[in-house]
């Protein structure tokens, strides 16, 4: 039986992302040259390992199984090349990361401190800011990169990195189960907390609440995500918030639901100087960060 790496690679992106555009950007390759690799990949094993229709891509049973084999498979071969790679250079290397304040609290420290025990010699620099520091920072060479919401710009090479969803989130009281799914109809009426206008989400907000021809009530508007899950904890109100929010959530009596009918993504990309080579190490820590965001997305349910 002969598979590639790159296969197996196109693989578990696809089922990271459950999407094909997705998981082709980050291959860097087109759709059908993926498309081609998970079919080449399925006829050397005998099995399938996606459903797929026009709208959904799901693993197969043989493929969530094949997934929990290659997974830390790749994962060892990851670490032992970038050790080699180390041994052969024996010099230790850095990296500067750039993300707003919520996903550089709740997200990026355990990352990290997980991704420490692979490569104990690559010290990862977080520095959190707003989305146009972060902007203003790459673009002048001060930042190595930056995750976050970002819209292009000449001079910034911009990839994507991860794709979230819409959430809404209610104050915990206590009387009633949490619910899994809430459509944008059944907002009616309710008190929104929000952010200002100016943040890229708080707009792709407003603009479907509009189209769903939702009518709320406008509560508080703040500039952090952080307040605003506060504030909802608070019984002040109920907000939508990103599902890169959730480890925030899980330190407030909040509960959280997934918004369907439509369900709307939110699209992370990760962003650098093109005039500027990234440095050794930062790819490897990126895929790693991809990597550990869809393991607990995947568990929670909010990819």
Aim: net charge positive; aromatic share 8%.
């Amino acid at each position: 039986m002969e598979f590639t790496s790159k296969q197996l690679r196109a693989f578990r992106l696809v089922a990271q992302h459950r999407n094909f555009a997705r998981a082709a950007e980050a291959l860097f390759i087109t759709p059908s040259g993926l498309s081609v690799l998970i079919r080449e990949l399925e006829s050397h094993l005998g099995f399938r390992l996606f459903n797929r229709t026009t709208r959904h891509v799901e693993l197969t049973a043989y493929g969530d199984e094949f997934l929990a084999v290659i997974q830390p498979n790749l994962e060892a071969l990851d670490a032992a090349i970038a050790h080699i790679g180390r041994s052969a250079t024996g010099s230790s290397q850095s990296i500067s990361l750039g993300t707003t304040p919520l996903v550089a609290a709740n997200i990026l420290p355990p990352a990290i401190r997980e991704f420490r025990c692979q490569r104990p010699d690559l010290r990862i620099q977080l520095f959190d800011a707003d989305l146009p520091t972060l902007m203003q920072l790459v673009e002048a060479g001060k930042l190595d990169m930056a995750v976050g919401i970002f819209k292009s710009m000449a001079g910034v090479r911009r990839a994507p990195f991860f794709r979230f969803s819409l959430m809404v989130i209610r104050a915990d009281k206590g009387d009633a189960p949490p619910r899994a799914a809430t459509t944008w109809s059944a907002l009616n009426g309710q008190t929104l907390i929000s952010l200002s206008p100016t943040h890229p989400h708080q707009q792709l907000i407003d603009k479907h609440l509009v189209k769903a021809g939702v009518r709320w009530q406008a509560g508080a508007v703040v500039n952090l995500l952080d307040t605003q899950i506060a504030l909802v904890e608070a019984e002040e109100g109920i907000a939508i918030v990103p599902s890169f929010g959730l480890p925030a959530c899980r330190n407030r009596k909040v509960v959280m639901s997934q918004l369907i009918n439509p369900v709307v993504h939110l699209e992370f990309h990760q962003i650098s100087n093109r005039g500027k080579k990234l440095p050794p190490g930062a790819d490897e820590f990126a895929a790693f960060l991809k990597s550990y965001i869809a393991r607990w997305a995947g568990r929670a349910g909010v990819l």
